[in-house]
């Protein structure tokens, strides 16, 4: 058995989901999300990533880490905000000895829904399903989620 931690980052909520995984079988540990203090200055929201992360790292003891890639958004700005908040996640996870490991948000929707264009609702609804949760997570930490699934399915077991 493998603890996946799987991160959906971001500079204001930064999505988490924890699943383990066997050779055809994954299961629900946890999820949820780190939300950021608004109108905290950049470098104070980064630390509290970091900090979060830290902290679930600990309660959960993940063997592994799967991160979504940075997207281009069309604002350079929040792509430059984005990158960093992934970076903080990032510094955790190695902080942690965790291997760390990146999926683009193409490839991890086709992991759970088939389909690289996927909708945010798709991607909660399939969440739900393969991990039989009673209700869907939020969007942050379904993506969390999903990213650690897509991960489990390219591992070689």
Known sequence: ?????????????????????????IGFVSCGVIKTTPGYPLANRLN?????????????DPEVA???????????GSALKLGQARGAA?????????????????????????YGQAEKG??????????????????DAADALAVAICHANHQIM
Do not use: C, W
Request: proline letters at 3%; glycine letters at 10%.
């Open 66 to 76: 799967a991160v979504e890639e940075v997207f281009m958004a069309s604002n350079a």
């Open 90 to 114: 990032v510094v955790a996870l190695m902080q942690n000895g965790l291997g760390v490991y990146d999926y683009s948000a193409k490839k991890v929707k086709r992991a759970v829904v088939g």
């Open 122 to 139: 798709q991607v909660q609804h399939m969440i739900r399903v393969l991990l039989g949760l009673s209700k869907e997570p939020s969007n």
């Open 48 to 60: 509290e990533i970091f900090d979060g992360l830290n902290e679930v790292i600990q309660i959960h």
């Open 1 to 25: 058995m493998q603890r996946i931690i799987g991160i959906d980052p971001g500079s204001r909520i930064t999505g988490y989901g924890i699943i383990d995984s066997i050779p055809g079988k």
